[in-house]
């Protein structure tokens, strides 16, 4: 192994692992909250809005990560929507995540005792306040290791943002191996991402451990 493309190319690395870590929290967040919308259309009593939760999930699931960014970085450029690389690379996740997370949500909240909503909407509770108050708290503890899992999927997938020169981590590699050996360049990026999904993973295990014994 040779490192010596660390002394030219180090700011390349760091400003590359920042945006990898700063575009995965921001789709994170992004993912989760649409993630949540569409678990909750998808077990609604409503045909239409059940039919438009489960058209995103098949639709995302079921289409390239990389042709879904294009659209975002091409597609809406051509109808004089200009969104910078960064927020392309979120959105792209986000999307692509989220339908991932709705699925794992509304496992969740299918895994909550139907008594649970009665008793709160006996209580004066609206459908709204009872799934945010009630359900959601619940249902977001039983799927705490798939959401784990698909945030770890969501930082490699990050690296979709090398294609639309996103400055990411391997988009860093990418101007490295120009001018030095693949293999060593390759490797120690596979190692920045490990510095980054071990404590994610690590910290998953904690929460699931820690959730379980408090019931």
Request: hydrophobic share 50%.
């Given at each position: 192994?040779?490192?010596?493309?660390?002394?030219?190319?180090?700011?390349?690395?760091?400003?590359?692992?920042?945006?990898?870590?700063?575009?995965?929290?921001?789709?994170?967040?992004?993912?989760?909250?649409?993630?949540?919308?569409?678990?909750?259309?998808?077990?609604?009593?409503?045909?239409?809005?059940?039919?438009?939760?489960?058209?995103?999930?098949?639709?995302?699931?079921?289409?390239?990560?990389?042709?879904?960014?294009?659209?975002?970085?091409?597609?809406?450029?051509?109808?004089?929507?200009?969104?910078?690389?960064?927020?392309?690379?979120?959105?792209?996740?986000?999307?692509?995540?989220?339908?991932?997370?709705?699925?794992?949500?509304?496992?969740?909240?299918?895994?909550?005792?139907?008594?649970?909503?009665?008793?709160?909407?006996?209580?004066?509770?609206?459908?709204?306040?009872?799934?945010?108050?009630?359900?959601?708290?619940?249902?977001?503890?039983?799927?705490?290791?798939?959401?784990?899992?698909?945030?770890?999927?969501?930082?490699?997938?990050s690296s979709i943002l090398a294609i639309i020169a996103g400055t990411d981590l391997l988009y860093a590699a990418d101007i490295a191996i120009a001018?030095?050996?693949?293999?060593?360049?390759?490797?120690?990026?596979?190692?920045?991402?490990?510095?980054?999904?071990?404590?994610?993973?690590?910290?998953?295990?904690?929460?699931?451990?820690?959730?379980?014994?408090?019931?």
């Open positions: 192994m040779d490192f010596s493309f660390l002394e030219v190319h180090k700011e390349d690395f760091i400003d590359g692992f920042f945006t990898t870590l700063s575009v995965s929290l921001v789709a994170l967040v992004l993912s989760l909250i649409i993630g949540t919308i569409m678990a909750v259309l998808r077990i609604s009593h409503s045909k239409i809005l059940r039919g438009i939760g489960t058209a995103y999930v098949e639709f995302f699931r079921n289409t390239p990560i990389i042709i879904q960014v294009f659209f975002f970085y091409f597609g809406l450029a051509s109808i004089q929507i200009n969104l910078s690389k960064f927020m392309v690379g979120s959105l792209g996740l986000a999307f692509y995540t989220g339908a991932f997370m709705a699925e794992a949500i509304r496992a969740g909240i299918q895994a909550v005792p139907k008594g649970q909503m009665e008793a709160a909407r006996s209580s004066g509770l609206t459908y709204i306040q009872a799934m945010w108050y009630v359900i959601l708290p619940q249902a977001f503890k039983m799927v705490i290791p798939p959401l784990g899992n698909q945030f770890i999927n969501l930082v490699k997938n001018n030095y050996d693949v293999t060593s360049v390759y490797v120690f990026v596979a190692l920045l991402y490990l510095v980054i999904t071990i404590p994610l993973s690590i910290g998953v295990n904690y929460l699931e451990k820690r959730w379980s014994k408090q019931g």
